[in-house]
């Protein structure tokens, strides 16, 4: 799916089933009450799901004081408690005698008559007992230590505590996961959807396999209301069954008196009703306006990750793979799309139509199924044996051209690279009018948003790029992640990451013109930033509910995957080892879950060369823990040493780590630095690494193309040298090293390793640039501070930085032209400088802009203003009353995607706090403006002074609507948060960012990115803190 924008332990780094198990056996002495049914025959024996879900807790002491691994005072409590007679179980086997310890030992055959004084010592010693025994009793709540009662006692229940499902029995299941006992076979799936109600009805029919006897079958389902059930064990007869539900964990389960065998089949017939969902997950209606002025109702589904279960009821995992064949009921003025092909259609006496889809010939994780009812308008063709075809609404069937013609060419390709041909017999690509996400990737039927898959023929190459990245990632995921799925979400970047790289690697070689290496090239340095935080988290990493689910669809998994894949490739031997990997890898695991090993061993396996690289071996310290490397250089004579250590922009003591990574280090010097052959690899497996280089070498490069995953630091005159060589030529070094070097020195800064004099310093030779990933940077990297400047209110260096950027790229922005452009880098390079002067009420810009705006509103549409300065003009524009009411109301009537959302972009621009008042409550309503929206407008509204404490302020005050209409961990969320307080760099706001957020505890208060703002907060406040001084003297 396109989302549109710790050290580990031993433990962490295993999958999730052996994690689990391994919990086991830890400690083999503790004699399980659960499994020892000889010796305590009135307990059941668990079901093996149990027994690999059973979390630690739950495996306990005789006595139920608990498993909980022991300190010194608690120690000295197991000896008090032996002095007391209490039989408190031995943790090591060694101690254990050979006897069992609940044998009644045989009584000696004689005893002699007790003494006074031995009786008077047993009174005492009974009544020490007694006395014990009530403080235990009456004081459940503590465990005793040397100090006291100073720690809660965490004893947990002998058995497995189950919650109640709704009608107050107990409910059989108490995990997150599914237990693994069932695992479906075959869906058939019937829905009659009533778009007049917002309604529909279904039934579904679950073919199952039994793994494991058990007494249950646990699935899930959410805001389905089951209105009957019946079950049929193999060839008997099916009976009604009571179903169970608890809503928390939107799980549903029937149980059973009579155990289901291992290798038994049975059926599961469930019929339920619901309402179509109003948010944009699940199966939900939407709607738009045709040409005529109508209003239009759709019903579309979006099942990624959870939300097949809102649909019909289902095993919603992704290890729970099974074929589907569907049904649906529709009105004879709509049409219906699924997976599969239509198989036939039959009018009902009702008047309806059920259309029947094929039964799918490949098996799919449910969040895969798709379907919609709608009246869409297709275009056709017929490529490599597939029926390749994209579905508008009607008014809108003119923008679909371009979106074909990509699809069919990189269907082409990639049926070519993986060597495996696309499985099925079509492939739709579909324009959502109402879409969250950019894409999903759904078998057969992948949908879009609008702006993600319609262009008009005379739209720019940038807008074209938008669209056919969008294309490129959904179509790279019918292999990676539809052919060969993660089992769980904690290795989403294998889906995702895979597909990133993908869509870029894609492009450059089908569609070389629209320059992709530039697009990949920045949201690498994007995913570094985010990388650098401490709240940052693994590529793949533990989830275990539902928030950190959404929370895995963020930069890491995509960007950073796709990163860390590009540096593989280019540190491979040979130009094939790493395709010839990945076809293994989709070969050998087609139609199964894998995890990140199952890659690199596909990887490793594949030898083309005789230097054999362990690809398992390196890359796993790239997978399993958190952020990157940063790398120092210094050089003392001949002799190159390299460094390496955890680049980590919040360092303290708690997070002081001894990260290592397997660096591929490449570089260049100034010898030889341009070419793919003058780059040179250096492997630093260790903390430092030297290698010899001629003493004649003036400077040496690191990080060719900006192809790794780390930062580098120059030390000694290292930086210098750079410097010098720049000033002297700019094209001693590729565009993409120039970009490097610029974003590497502002992250050094941020870290405190250079001072910003230095960052200054480099700068200096941006006068002569010309080239886009330098210039984009470095202009990125400026307004950064000069918003932190703005925000804070320092007036007088505000100035100074808008006297900054115009004296080092004012020449270059006055260069820039303002009608068609061909070139796409030609096109991101003017958009940025002229959005930045034009930010900075440069007057030569303003001033052209409203010229654009006025021939574009007098013309009555015939005028187009280029694609890549749609923004800037409709910017520049709506900072005016009147044209920012004469932008909406063409906002409200304009029917092309690309162009409106720029409008849009346009109006969030405002500096007038009435329209920022209006247009958040707009997003917000979603008449007008669509809610999908509404992250887009917060995030613009953010970026200037007037908005960003409105928006703050609406952010708290309508937080629970915003978290009905977007998941919690949601990118959408995410996006909002970021935006939000991004730009916070005083104690005041951290305040009051944290105060907020701590008090909406379930409701938002864990999610990564809460504390991901808080650390960056407090980062932006560091940095300031540091160099005012040095801004106000530099600049």
């Not at 009644?104 to 004689?110: D, E, G, I, T, V």
């Not at 057969?444 to 190459?461: A, H, K």
């Not at 001072?755 to 010309?770: A, D, G, I, P």
Request: hydrophobic share 40%.
């Amino acid at each position: 799916m396109d989302p549109f924008d710790s050290n580990s332990t031993e433990r962490a780094s295993l999958p999730r089933n052996m994690i689990e198990n391994s919990m086991f056996e830890e400690e083999p002495d503790v004699v399980d009450l659960a499994k020892d049914s000889t010796a305590f025959p009135t307990f059941p024996a668990l079901d093996p799901d149990e027994v690999v879900f059973e979390p630690r807790s739950s495996r306990l002491l005789v006595r139920g004081l608990g498993e909980n691994d022991m300190d010194e005072d608690e120690e000295d409590c197991e000896s008090s408690a032996r002095l007391l007679g209490m039989s408190f179980m031995n943790r090591s086997s060694a101690h254990r005698s050979n006897s069992s310890p609940y044998t009644r030992q045989a009584p000696p055959r004689s005893c002699s008559r007790p003494s006074a004084r031995t009786m008077v010592v047993c009174v005492l010693f009974l009544v020490i007992v007694a006395s014990m025994t009530m403080v235990l009793y009456f004081l459940p709540g503590c465990t005793f230590t040397r100090k006291g009662c100073a720690k809660p006692n965490k004893t947990t229940p002998l058995e497995t505590v189950y919650p109640l499902s709704t009608n107050g029995e107990l409910f059989p299941w108490a995990q997150f996961r599914l237990p693994l006992s069932i695992h479906p076979l075959s869906y058939d799936l019937t829905l009659n959807p009533d778009l007049d109600h917002m309604t529909f009805t279904g039934r579904t029919v679950i073919n199952m396999s039994v793994h494991h006897n058990t007494k249950r079958i646990v699935l899930h389902s959410a805001n389905l209301n089951i209105t009957k059930a019946t079950f049929k064990r193999g060839d008997g007869e099916a009976s009604d069954v009571t179903v169970l539900e608890y809503k928390p964990r939107q799980q549903i389960a029937v149980k059973f008196s009579e155990e289901l065998k291992a290798g038994q089949y049975c059926v599961l017939t469930l019929e339920y009703s619901a309402s179509l969902s109003h948010t944009y997950d699940g199966f939900y209606n939407s709607s738009y306006t045709d040409k005529e002025g109508n209003k239009r109702v759709l019903a579309a589904t979006q099942f990624e990750p959870l939300s097949a279960r809102k649909a019909f009821p289902c095993f919603d995992e992704p290890a729970f793979k099974a074929t589907f064949l569907i049904k649906i009921k529709r009105k004879p003025d709509y049409m219906t799309l699924s997976n599969m092909p239509k198989a036939k259609s039959t009018p009902l006496p009702s008047g309806l139509v059920e259309d029947e889809f094929e039964k799918t010939s490949v098996n799919m994780s449910t969040y895969l199924v798709a379907f919609t009812v709608a009246n869409f308008t297709p275009i056709r063709k017929n490529v490599s044996n597939t029926l390749v075809s994209v579905y508008s609404v009607p008014e809108k069937k003119e923008h679909t051209d371009y979106a074909l013609e990509t699809a069919s060419k990189l269907l082409k390709f990639y049926n070519e690279f993986f060597e495996i041909d696309y499985p099925l017999k079509k492939l739709d690509l579909v324009a959502i009018p109402d879409f969250l996400a950019g894409a999903m990737e759904n078998w057969g039927l992948i949908t879009f948003r609008e702006t993600s898959l319609l262009v008009g023929n005379q739209s720019s190459p940038l807008e074209k790029q938008v669209v056919a990245s969008v294309i490129a990632h959904e179509l790279a995921h019918q292999w990676f992640g539809n052919l060969v799925t993660m089992s769980w979400w904690n290795d989403l970047w294998l889906n995702e990451g895979f597909a990133t790289y993908m869509q870029y690697m894609s492009l450059q070689a089908v569609l070389p013109q629209l320059d992709i290496g530039n697009l990949f090239l920045e949201v690498r340095f994007r995913a570094l930033d985010k990388d650098a935080l401490n709240s940052s988290h693994a590529v793949s990493t533990e989830v275990n509910t539902p928030e950190q689910v959404e929370e895995m669809f963020d930069s890491v998994s995509y960007e950073k995957g796709a990163s860390i894949l590009l540096m593989l490739n280019a540190s491979l031997p040979g130009d094939q080892q790493f395709r010839k990997g990945i076809i293994q890898y989709l070969k050998q695991f087609s139609g199964f879950n894998t995890d990140t090993n199952d890659l690199w061993n596909s990887l490793t396996q594949v030898e083309v060369s005789t230097q054999h690289q362990n690809v398992s071996e390196m890359m796993s310290s790239w997978t399993s823990q958190k952020g990157f490397p940063l790398v120092t250089v210094s050089r003392k004579g001949d002799q190159v040493t390299l460094t390496q250590e955890h680049f980590l922009l919040t360092s303290d003591n708690a997070t002081e780590t001894s990260s290592l990574w397997h660096v591929p280090v490449t570089y260049v010097n100034d010898s030889c630095s341009l070419a793919p052959e003058c780059r040179q690899v250096f492997a630093l497996k260790n903390k430092t690494g030297t290698f010899k280089l001629p003493e004649s070498v003036k400077w040496l490069k690191l990080n060719y193309r900006n192809t790794g995953f780390y930062i580098v630091h120059y030390e000694n005159e290292g930086w210098a040298s750079l410097i010098k060589a720049l000033s002297s030529n700019v094209s001693v070094l590729t565009p993409e090293d120039r970009a490097s070097l610029i974003h590497n020195i502002f992250a050094l800064s941020r870290l405190g390793r250079v001072s910003f004099r230095q960052v200054l310093k480099l700068l200096n030779y941006m006068s002569n640039e010309t080239e886009t990933p330098p210039v984009t940077e470095a202009l990125l990297q400026l307004n950064t501070i000069y918003r932190l400047l703005d925000k804070r209110q320092e007036h007088v260096l505000v100035a100074r930085m808008k006297n900054y950027i115009l004296d080092h790229f004012g020449s270059l922005m006055d260069k820039q032209t303002w009608e068609e452009e061909k070139s796409v880098s030609k096109q991101e390079l003017r958009s940025a400088l002229l959005e930045m002067a034009c930010r900075l009420s440069e007057e030569k810009c303003t001033q052209q802009a409203k010229n654009l705006f006025k021939q574009y509103v007098d013309s009555n549409g015939t005028f187009r203003i280029p694609g890549d300065l749609q923004r800037v003009v409709f910017a520049v524009a709506a900072q005016s009353d009147q044209d920012w009411l004469t932008l909406l109301n063409m906002y409200k009537h304009a029917t092309y995607d690309s162009e409106k959302r720029k409008m849009l972009q346009g109006l969030a621009s405002t500096q007038d706090t009435r329209h920022i008042v209006w247009i958040l409550k707009a997003g917000l309503n979603g008449g007008i403006i669509q809610t999908q929206e509404l992250p887009l407008v917060i995030s613009t509204v953010c970026n200037g002074f007037a908005g960003y404490l409105f928006a703050w302020d609406f952010i708290q005050e309508n937080w629970d609507q915003l978290i009905e209409k977007f998941p919690v961990g949601s990118f959408a969320i995410q996006t909002i948060i970021k935006s939000a307080t991004s730009q916070f760099s005083t104690q005041t706001r951290l305040d009051q960012v944290q105060g907020f957020f701590s008090r909406l505890k379930e409701r938002g208060s864990q999610m990564r990115s809460v504390q991901e703002a808080l650390e960056t907060i407090r980062l932006n406040r560091r940095w300031m803190d540091k160099n005012l001084s040095t801004l106000q003297k530099w600049l």
